[in-house]
């Protein structure tokens, strides 16, 4: 029938590659239509016989009904029926592990270049393997070839385009290894990726606040405890605080980075492989520092992730606390900064609002990545060795919170670095909170009264400096002696806002020379 019929073919596939033969001239045009069991019609198209068949391209009949290699299972010679559709829609990942297609060719690369060296497959096969990958991979990063939901994981989908592609040769991609430590493998990579490109945004936004420090070492305002007035220092001292957070974030994610960079790849399912494979030779392709030593907890270790995970979740921490303090400076009770229109939104009813919505927003995105770390904690605490399906649950948790983190940082920093800052009411601020009052004390014991006695003058001071409504730069000489005949006319420049901070130049202090010690550290540091 195949060959009485020129204008319109009609053929259902029954058979393996024996079908290509009795095929019509494979350089022809012709009219096709065929039936997709998928969705149970007819489809019609143009195209020559030869590149049909490269998409009806069927290596086991069992995946007729799934459209041939496109919807191929790594899995399937053991089962005699179809995976139930929910099940399929309910057991993929490709959804969300498509994410690290780049690193899953990667690593098979790496893999099929050791098999060939081992001399498990042949040279010519490791050619035809790589140039296809290579294909692959530059298709989907130029949008030729798109990732469908039809498979049911990145690896399969990748696989199952390799034979599309190469033929018999890609079959042997998989020689030696197992999903389970594949995945592992993928993730790793992924992972390790995206713990240097977060470290890299953090040293920037390290940058910005060294930048403002520099800036204002000088700069006056009132440090807080319990968010009361407390002491005066300078912006730059408060900057200094937050440098020191993202510094820690940035050695913990260095942790990270060592103690996760050995290789699973070779592992196998949990118990290695009967091949010769040259472990070390795969880690040093990838840049590992070498192999894992146990293959069990190679293929089921997530512990890299509920790190990373926890440090994602403290430098969210970190970014809220700095958040919360932007969003109270911002208030028109403070006033000491401008938030840059371009990192601020307005209301849509009050026309005078300018709202610190990026601000409010990290501050409330900091509770879902700790929601990614909790879900990973739970998934995890109850599982038996090796690998368990549960473990496919980690990827969208922590896919996510890299995303959220990431984009964090960047939105913080851009509003960061165009803030600007009102310095005359952060000084105005320090001096009408009785920031000096602790200095006004040590005044007093310079001169002989005890320091417990001195609190208590002090004390009694700044109670009528409230009842007068003034502050204690604003008492006269003679309103001092009536409380404590010990202060004098000096009295004034040791409570003077500058007196109080340029006398504090042990290290970590605010002082000038303290500060500008610790700038040159940090310099240092950034410049490393």
Not at 59 to 84: A, I, P, S, V
Not at 306 to 321: G, N, T
Request: hydrophobic share 35%; aromatic share 10%.
């Amino acid at each position: 029938n195949l060959r009485q019929r020129t204008n319109t073919l009609f053929f259902i596939v029954f058979f393996h590659s024996n079908l290509y033969r009795y095929l019509p001239n494979t350089e022809m045009v012709y009219p096709f239509r065929y039936f997709d069991a998928r969705v149970g019609n007819c489809t019609a198209m143009k195209q020559s016989v030869a590149s049909v068949w490269a998409n009806l391209y069927i290596y086991d009949t069992k995946y007729l009904r799934n459209g041939g290699t496109c919807n191929m299972k790594l899995w399937g010679g053991r089962f005699t029926k179809e995976t139930n559709k929910l099940v399929h829609n309910f057991n993929a990942s490709l959804s969300f592990d498509q994410k690290f297609y780049e690193e899953d060719i990667t690593g098979s690369i790496a893999h099929v270049t050791m098999l060939a060296e081992q001399q498990i497959i042949s040279s010519d096969d490791k050619d035809k393997i790589i140039g296809g990958l290579k294909s692959i991979l530059e298709d989907i990063k130029s949008g030729k070839l798109i990732i469908d939901e039809e498979h049911e994981d990145i690896h399969s989908f990748v696989e199952a385009h390799l034979i599309e592609r190469v033929g018999d040769a890609g079959k042997k991609l998989h020689t030696g290894r197992s999903r389970n430590d594949q995945v592992a493998l993928d993730m790793k990579l992924y992972t390790r990726k995206e713990v240097l490109e977060m470290d890299s945004l953090l040293k920037n936004l390290l940058e910005s606040l060294l930048k403002i420090m520099k800036e204002n070492i000088d700069t006056i305002m009132p440090g807080f405890t319990h968010l009361q007035k407390a002491q005066p220092i300078t912006l730059a001292h408060h900057m200094g605080a937050y440098f020191e957070m993202f510094k820690r974030d940035r050695s913990r994610l260095k942790d990270i980075y060592e103690r996760m960079n050995y290789c699973p790849l070779g592992s196998g399912a949990l118990a290695g492989t009967t091949y010769p494979l040259n472990r070390e030779r795969t880690a040093e392709l990838l840049g590992f520092y070498g192999p894992t030593l146990n293959s069990m907890d190679s293929v089921s270790d997530r512990d890299y992730l509920i790190e990373f995970s926890c440090a994602m979740s403290i430098i969210m921490m970190h970014l809220s606390r700095f958040c919360e303090e932007i969003i109270i400076w911002n208030t028109n009770e403070y006033r000491y900064i401008e938030i840059d229109d371009s990192y601020s939104t307005g209301s849509s009813i009050m026309p005078q609002k300018k709202n610190p919505d990026i601000a409010e927003l990290v501050r409330g995105k900091t509770g879902r990545v700790y929601g990614s770390l909790t879900s990973l904690l739970t998934t995890m605490k109850g599982l038996s060795l090796a690998y368990n399906k549960d473990m496919q649950e980690d990827k969208e948790f922590v896919f996510d919170a890299i995303d959220t983190t990431k984009g964090c940082i960047v939105l913080f920093n851009g509003m960061l670095d165009t803030m600007t800052f009102n310095k005359d009411r952060m000084r105005a601020s320090a001096e009408g909170g009785f920031t000096n009052a602790t200095d006004a004390a040590d005044y007093l014991v310079k001169h002989g009264v005890p320091f417990r006695d001195a609190h208590g003058i002090i004390g009694q001071l700044v109670l009528y400096c409230i009842d007068k409504n003034i502050s204690l730069g604003e008492m006269s000489l003679d309103e001092y002696k009536a409380i404590s005949p010990v202060f004098e006319n000096n009295r004034y420049d040791a409570i003077s806002m500058e007196t109080c901070v340029d006398k504090r130049n042990t290290i970590g202090a605010p002082g000038p020379n303290a500060m500008n010690e610790v700038i040159k550290v940090y310099e240092k540091y950034l410049a490393e």
